[in-house]
């Protein structure tokens, strides 16, 4: 037998580069595959995490919104209260207001009753040893007709001197009726008088009195005579008058 043929020769020539080409190709497309498949694979990956993001800011959103919601509600709810609590302060304010007034009114009656027999002389000097009581009664005696001494239960200067003026003469009456006659003939009987008689007022109708004393004027000098008592301006036969501020 001659010798056996080695069939396992690597082939050369055009063979062998047709081959190695076929290789190379082969090689190639197996690399473009493998850059194909990763860069879908971080594509997947980038989308996933995006998603992912998303899902989470969606979920911190609805959070922050249901928190805010809540908020929202709990101070409307404040706000309510606050309103119906500031309602109840100026209702409970307009009645301590209305309570006050109103015993203002009464402590004022209580003071008006109490001083229903006074009345006070402006203008007499004032003398060293002086009394009260003897210059009153002799006022009555000569410019009220007075038949017998007057019952006066007390009279004595009240009040500092002001402006060169003696103070007041303070003249309390045992009878009220006696008072009351005094106070409707004073303007007449004492005209011509350097001093006059006024009605022992209470501060709060004093004030009420003063308030008005310009239309008082006017009304006066048009022929309509007003007279002050119970606190108030009143028409000759009582009715109230009301003015206008």
């Known amino acids: 037998m001659g010798p056996r043929r080695n069939t396992n020769k690597k082939p050369t020539g055009p063979a062998a580069a047709q081959a190695g080409s076929s290789n190379s190709r082969s090689n190639a497309s197996s690399s473009e595959s493998d850059d194909d498949s990763n860069f879908e694979l971080f594509v997947r990956k ?65 003071e008006r009753f109490a001083r229903r027999n006074n009345f006070r002389i402006i203008g007499v000097p004032k003398t060293q040893d002086e009394k009260c009581v003897d210059i009153t009664s002799k006022i009555l005696m000569e410019h009220f007709e007075w038949k017998e001494p007057p019952n006066i239960e007390r009279a004595h200067r009240d009040g500092p001197s002001r402006d060169g003026r003696a103070p007041h003469i303070l003249v309390k009456m045992l009878s009220f009726q006696d008072k009351v006659y005094i106070m409707a003939n004073a303007r007449e009987k004492l005209k011509e008088e350097t001093f006059y008689v006024l009605d022992d007022l209470t501060l709060a109708d004093l004030k009420e009195k003063k308030k008005w004393k310009e239309q008082v004027q006017t009304m006066y000098k048009n022929g309509i005579k007003l007279k002050f008592t119970g606190g108030k301006w009143r028409s000759k036969d009582g009715a109230l008058i009301k003015f206008q501020d």
């Open 46 to 110: 980038t989308l996933k995490e995006i998603i992912k993001g998303q899902a989470k800011l969606e979920e911190n959103l609805e959070k922050s919104i249901n928190f805010n919601s809540e908020r929202i509600s709990v101070l409307e709810i404040s706000s309510e209260t606050q309103t119906k609590q500031l309602k109840e302060l100026e209702d409970e304010v307009e009645n301590l207001k209305g309570q006050l007034r109103r015993q203002a009114e009464d402590i004022n009656k209580n």
